[in-house]
């Protein structure tokens, strides 16, 4: 059997092309636009002129200028991700914690929390701003609260918040159904042993509970992390055309709107490098011991 | 042996086939065209146009993709770089079209046109969309934008339609009063904004001096005191509330509905928007010139052939091409003037059923001269960027001196 | 466990109730939306259900209008496309990876693993290089979803084939069984919750996909994403049918996850466990 399982033509079979087609769609690519980012244009833009530049694009991203928004997007990327992990994960988590103790109804809550994250973000965006449009002024009114000026998608301190709320509300289920799966597989010994002993709701959470999912924080973490900085789909439905106020968007607007594609490979791979660079920090905090289960997602946010 | 034979005569036969019927097939054309939606203006005339196509060259199949236009914006100029431009395809003409041309990807027509085929276009037709002597595209429109005003919503307040800036601001003072929106903007979508900004610069800047800006010529500025009046002036125009609220975060689309529906008594826009007016409101819009400010400007317009259709550098039947671009060019110019959906770029003797379209081109065939809007003539950035800035300005996040300061970095290049 | 009604426990409710409404809500005003017309929807009757139940606007969203049922078919052809792509390489790969033996084989799972950090934002300008002569067909976006959702794919099988034991292999090979008929006759039966699991991840990635699909699309094989987002525009005077449009595109979705709910929400457990 060793041998039919290490012949190595059948291997090939089984592997080579997954792996040349994988390499060649994800893997060159994203070496192509490391290569990019490092020219001052790119060849088939204008042809010889196109030489190495080095970091040059990765410091005019950063330079302060007024008329220069990466670093304002950075900075509201780095936002997201704070409500993300601070406001959204434990606001699952508290949903989370209240279904798998036991409430009147606990499968039908946890399927309808769940739907939002089918829908797509696409419906979810123009739906938002529908109401953002339409409702929720008249709600603000009625409550004689002031609307701020330009309207909520309009205003420009309110207007990227706004633009937040729709991928935070989808994805709460998301979360919320990962944290209760882990939460129901806590053996039920330990949870009764606790009771016992005079634990409850609190108490029983935070000592017992919550330590003990602790990989699934983690896994939820992860694609809270990378989705907030890969954030594109709701903000560019409900922004404004060429809007460069998050890092995915102001790629997107330099790559086909100011045709900058070295300057927008730039962009792109520092994205990359947030993203890397946030995975391995999270893997620091939880001291994972096992090498693999590094929990990296493709980002649901 | 026999086999052998067997096998080569029916291959020989195949081929024989085959050739006899590629000779007979029609030659094949990949187009691109805007106005994918069904609400568009222009897309009742297009589909015209390619009906009369089919039925007068069936040589030649026409293989359409339809796109949006924002969307064709961005998707076309990264086609170019892998050298994937359909063979005829919708563009703009001025600093977009040259884009294109510099990178060498599209077709220089002139061994194509003949003084037969120029005869028949109108007059400084091919301005923005020839470099060097060359000719890069067909235009199917004439442009040009002005004040929509519906005169319903002006007898009903008892407003005169402006004729003056001053007159102007009294108007939208009074609608304001009434509690009426004055005028419509989409400011979303920038560009919407630029139609407003345009007009006004041109009136209080000049054809020549804004002509400078937009073509990046030798000695041209934005740092004067006439560009600092005349943005100073839009800034007035936001500070009375000439536009709804939430104009900022409105797309063109959505800006014009309340318009649709008499609730928004004025509007600058191109001469498109008469197109896409109900036969109703038809009756009730009159257009005007933008009004007049004063100093000798006054009957310049924005505007002239800005969009029309080009063929890729690379296309594999050139001649072909040319024969599709052109019948296009001149019929759509025909078809869209009929149906109020925009001006000819060709001679016609088509008559147009929209009168608000008719007023237009009356008071445009009388006009000084037409000057290409700022975000048409620039390309790239610099065409972002006078978005992004008009954008701002709305906002109330930048003076109009910072504008001018803005503006004036496209010329640190 | 005796439940005893307390202030807890009807705070909870009002809680969880709370945000029951705050989820159902914007379904509940899309629903209402479709069947409104423009003058409920703008100012007379917002919240409430409409007067009458204008049907017809479904009938704009579906047909030449909206163009609906073209793009939901171009979503579905793409996805189902994507999700046999997927299966097939990530099961065989997976199968080559973790079940046979050889040198490297770590290493090369590793190498797949890491590109699941890549998100398909950065390889964009590259990838547009190589696709834009496909735009035309299915291709252009099936390409890119089958690879970059590879990873999970393998990731999530391999979490399950660990649990398969070796006898499986043996008794098969005791038998006579060449190595593709053990892989795909004896082995690939005991991966189908694995690769249920893995095609729902992939499901719902791939069925949202909006950035790629707006790129690599021309009309004819336009998605369900986009077109949406096109139909937005197209129809600021008709909020009804845009409403229309949204409740026929939600639809499917919503009716496969409500019959297969249960087995939709193990199958996420089940893989971020084991991811």
């Not at chain 1, 709701?201 to 003990?212: V, Y």
């Not at chain 1, 900085?229 to 790559?255: C, G, H, I, Q």
């Not at chain 2, 990949?30 to 060259?57: C, D, G, Y």
């Not at chain 3, 391999?158 to 069984?177: H, K, L, R, T, V």
Request: with cysteine; net charge negative; aromatic share 12%.
């Amino acid at each position: 059997m060793k041998r039919v399982l290490s012949n190595k033509w059948n291997i090939a079979v089984f592997v080579l092309p997954t792996v040349l087609f994988f390499t060649y769609i994800v893997i060159f690519p994203i070496f192509k636009t490391l290569w990019y980012s490092l020219l001052n244009e790119i060849p088939a833009k204008i042809g010889d002129q196109s030489h190495f530049s080095g970091i040059e694009h990765y410091i005019t991203m950063f330079t302060p200028g007024r008329r220069n928004s990466f670093p304002g997007a950075v900075v509201n990327s780095l936002s997201y991700a704070a409500i993300s992990v601070f406001i959204q994960l434990p606001f699952s988590l508290f949903i989370a914690l209240l279904l798998a103790n036991g409430v009147k109804g606990e499968s039908m809550y946890r399927n309808v929390f769940f739907i939002p994250v089918v829908i797509s973000s696409v419906v979810v965006s123009l739906l938002w701003g529908r109401l953002y449009k339409s409702l929720l002024p008249q709600i603000f009114e009625s409550l004689n609260w002031e609307i701020p000026k330009n309207g909520f998608l309009g205003n420009e301190q309110t207007k990227i918040l706004f633009s937040f709320i729709p991928s935070l509300w989808q994805y709460v289920g998301y979360h919320m159904l990962l944290m209760y799966g882990a939460l129901k597989s806590i053996p039920d010994d330990i949870i009764e042993a606790a009771t016992v002993d005079g634990a409850s709701g609190p108490m029983l959470a935070f000592r017992i509970q919550i330590p003990m999912i602790k990989p699934m924080l983690k896994v939820c973490l992860s694609f809270s992390l990378i989705g907030s900085f890969k954030l594109f789909d709701t903000p560019w439905v409900l922004l404004e055309r060429s809007n460069m106020d998050l890092p995915a968007l102001s790629m997107y607007v330099e790559m086909f709107s100011n045709h900058k594609y070295s300057y927008a490979s730039a962009q792109a791979i520092f994205i990359v490098l947030e993203c890397l660079v946030f995975t391995v920090l999270l893997n620091v905090v939880f001291k994972d011991r096992d090498g693999k289960r590094l929990g990296r997602g493709k980002g649901a946010a | 042996m026999k086999k052998l034979l067997a096998v080569a005569l029916a291959v020989a036969m195949l081929l024989g086939m085959v050739s006899i019927a590629s000779a007979d097939e029609p030659v094949v054309l990949k187009v691109a065209s805007i106005w994918s939606a069904e609400s568009e203006a222009n897309r009742a005339p297009m589909l015209k146009t390619l009906e009369q196509f089919a039925e007068a060259h069936p040589e030649i199949k026409l293989e359409v993709e339809w796109y949006e236009a924002n969307a064709w914006k961005d998707q076309g100029e990264t086609l170019a770089l892998s050298d994937s431009l359909p063979d005829v395809f919708y563009w703009n003409a001025g600093g977009v079209l040259w884009n294109l041309v510099s990178s060498g990807d599209i077709l220089p027509l002139n061994d194509y046109l003949t003084d037969e085929i120029t005869d028949q276009l109108i007059g400084g037709a091919l301005a923005n969309m020839t470099f060097d002597g060359k000719v890069y595209q067909l235009p199917y429109t004439n442009a040009c934008s002005c004040l929509y005003c519906n005169t319903e919503l002006f007898e009903k307040y008892g407003v005169k339609i402006p004729e003056t800036w001053d007159e102007l601001l009294e108007a939208v003072k009074a609608f304001k009063a009434a509690g009426v929106t004055p005028m419509a903007l989409g400011g979303g979508d920038k560009w919407p904004t630029n139609m407003y900004t345009d007009l006004i610069a041109l009136r209080f800047v000049g054809d020549e001096a804004c002509r400078a800006c937009y073509y990046k010529t030798e000695g041209a500025t934005f740092k004067t005191q006439d560009w600092v009046d005349a943005m100073t002036a839009f800034k007035t125009l936001i500070d009375l509330g000439a536009f709804p609220e939430d104009a900022i975060s409105l797309t063109r689309d959505e800006s014009e509905v309340p318009y649709f529906a008499g609730e928004i008594p004025m509007y600058v826009h191109g001469q498109w928007f008469s197109g896409s007016l109900s036969p109703e409101m038809q009756q009730k819009v009159k257009a005007v010139k933008f009004p007049a400010v004063g100093k000798g400007y006054d009957n310049q317009w924005m505007g002239g052939p800005a969009e029309g259709f080009s063929i890729s550098a690379h296309t594999e039947h050139p001649a072909e091409a040319f024969v599709a671009c052109q019948f296009l060019a001149q019929h759509q110019s025909d078809n869209g003037f009929e149906c109020g959906a925009g001006l000819p770029a060709w001679k016609t003797e088509v008559q147009c059923g929209n009168p608000v379209m008719n007023q237009i081109a009356t008071q445009v065939a009388e006009g000084d001269s037409l000057l290409l809007w700022g975000n048409t003539a620039l390309s790239g950035d610099d065409a972002t960027l006078i978005g992004d800035t008009v954008y701002d300005l709305l906002a109330g996040k930048i003076t109009p001196e910072q504008w001018t300061e803005d503006m004036e970095t496209i010329f640190g290049k | 466990m005796k439940r005893k009604v307390t202030v807890g426990t009807i705070l909870k409710q009002v809680f969880l109730i709370l945000w029951l409404i705050l989820c159902l809500f914007p379904l509940y005003w899309m629903f209402t939306m479709s069947l409104k017309d423009t003058n409920e929807i703008f100012g007379g009757n917002m919240v409430g259900l409409p007067t009458q139940w204008l049907w017809s606007n479904y009938g704009n969203a579906w047909g030449s209008g909206g163009r609906v049922s073209n793009y939901m078919l171009n979503s579905v052809i793409d996805t189902f496309a994507t999700l046999i792509g997927t299966s097939l390489l990530g099961y065989m790969s997976a199968y080559g990876l973790l079940r046979m033996r050889w040198k490297g084989q770590k290493v090369v799972f590793t190498y797949i693993l890491m590109g699941m950090m890549i998100p398909m934002h950065a390889a964009l300008y590259p990838l547009t290089e190589i696709l834009l002569t496909l735009t035309k067909t299915h291709w252009a976006l099936i390409i890119p979803y089958v690879a970059f959702n590879i990873p999970i794919t393998i990731l999530i099988l391999s979490g399950f084939i660990a649990n398969i034991p070796y006898e499986m292999e043996e008794a098969a090979c005791i038998d006579g069984s060449g190595i593709y008929r053990t892989a795909f006759t004896i082995i690939l039966p005991m991966m189908v919750p694995a690769l249920i699991t893995a095609a729902i991840f992939v499901f719902l990635q791939v069925w949202n996909e909006l950035l790629l699909a707006s790129l690599f699309t021309t009309d004819s094989v336009r998605t369900l994403t986009v077109g949406i987002k096109q139909m937005s525009g197209q129809y600021q005077t008709d909020y009804g049918s845009m409403g229309a449009g949204l409740v026929i595109a939600t639809l499917p979705t919503l009716v496969l996850y409500m019959c297969m709910s249960g087995q939709v929400q193990k199958s996420l457990i089940a893989g971020a466990v084991k991811g």
